[in-house]
T-cell receptor, first 114, second 112 residues
Framework: EPEVTQTPSHQVTQMGQEVILRCVPI?????FYWYRQILGQKVEFLVS????????KSEIFDDQFSVERPDGSNFTLKIRSTKLEDSAMYFC????????????FGNGTRLTVT | DQQVKQNSPSLSVQEGRISILNCDYT??????FLWYKKYPAEGPTFLIS?????DKNEDGRFTVFLNKSAKHLSLHIVPSQPGDSAVYFC???????????FGGGTRLMVKP
């Protein structure tokens, strides 16, 4: 069964550094998402991406965050200057047709900011 | 943000019996609801969904019930199996877009 893959599985970085989290969505999917889960808290929506542009974003997704689909397969989340509170599991997801189409999640990247 | 709540942090059930996981929501604009299962070190895995135009959806051992007037949905697993032991999340979205709002999760333990 096709799956969403994320790399790396664990990323450790120092506060203030830039990180790029990478995702390969399911190949025929059109909608792409980033969610995060801080330890002990709920899974939270960050951003959705369709047709090469952001379609929705949450309050969490401020100017420190950006997303890109640099080629036909990868989908990346960049955090420009990491803060301690950015430490979380970051999940990439994709869906086929958008509305009322279930999201398929990757296994996540654990980001640790020291 | 408490728009989607799962009030039971954990549930323990004997193998073969029914597991009932509950979820409440407050946003009346939600019109699509999903259940996800999550094992440690993995991402959420889609289980089953229901649109607000229905009150029940069934897929094998899994049935989701939606009570719109009570703003309540439940997931029934019958019969429960030890491999069902995981954290279960309910999630909801509204007709304005695809953003999912998640509940806090319920840890299900199915004892052999």
């Amino acid at each position: 069964e096709p799956e969403v893959t994320q790399t790396p599985s664990h990323q450790v970085t120092q506060m203030g550094q830039e990180v790029i989290l990478r995702c390969v969505p399911i190949s025929n999917h059109l909608y792409f998402y980033w969610y995060r889960q801080i330890l002990g808290q709920k899974v939270e929506f960050l951003v959705s991406f369709y047709n090469n542009e952001i379609s929705e974003k949450s309050e969490i997704f401020d100017d420190q965050f950006s997303v890109e689909r640099p080629d036909g397969s990868n989908f990346t989340l960049k955090i420009r200057s990491t803060k301690l509170e950015d430490s979380a599991m970051y999940f990439c997801a994709s869906s086929g047709t958008g509305r009322n189409s279930p999201l398929h999640f990757g296994n996540g990247t654990r980001l640790t900011v020291t | 943000d408490q728009q989607v709540k799962q009030n039971s942090p954990s549930l323990s059930v004997q193998e073969g019996r029914i597991s009932i996981l509950n979820c409440d929501y407050t946003n009346s604009m939600f019109d699509y609801f999903l259940w996800y299962k999550k094992y440690p070190a993995e991402g959420p895995t889609f289980l089953i969904s229901i649109s607000s135009i229905k009150d029940k959806n069934e897929d094998g051992r899994f049935t989701v019930f939606l009570n719109k007037s009570a703003k309540h949905l439940s997931l029934h697993i019958v019969p429960s199996q030890p491999g069902d032991s995981a954290v279960y999340f309910c999630a909801a979205s509204n007709n304005a877009g695809n953003m999912l709002t998640f509940g806090g999760g319920t840890r299900l333990m199915v004892k052999p």
